[in-house]
């Protein structure tokens, strides 16, 4: 995802999706993270799981555009 990586699993478990994202960082406040605008390009529509692996704002500074996001249902 660039500088401040994310990491974006699809985990499967036949044709149901739990989507995971490790880290979530956002350049420009301005405008939707990498990381968000990865999943909305793939309408991904719910998060199982969002993980921070540490509290360095290059790792969480995306988390409240995220959890925004879905937490009116990926819209």
């Known amino acids: 995802m660039g500088h401040g990586d994310s990491i974006i699993l699809d985990i ?3 044709s149901e999706s739990a989507w ?3 880290d979530c ?10 990381t ?3 999943l909305r390009k793939r309408n991904v529509n719910r998060l199982e799981c969002i993980c921070l692996s540490h509290p360095d704002y290059d790792h969480y500074s995306g988390l409240y555009q995220l959890v925004s996001y879905y937490s009116q ?3």
């Open 20 to 22: 995971t994202v490790i």
């Open 36 to 38: 968000l605008q990865f």
């Open 73 to 75: 249902g990926g819209r």
């Open 25 to 34: 960082h956002n350049p420009n406040r301005h405008q939707d993270s990498p």
């Open 12 to 14: 499967k478990d036949g």
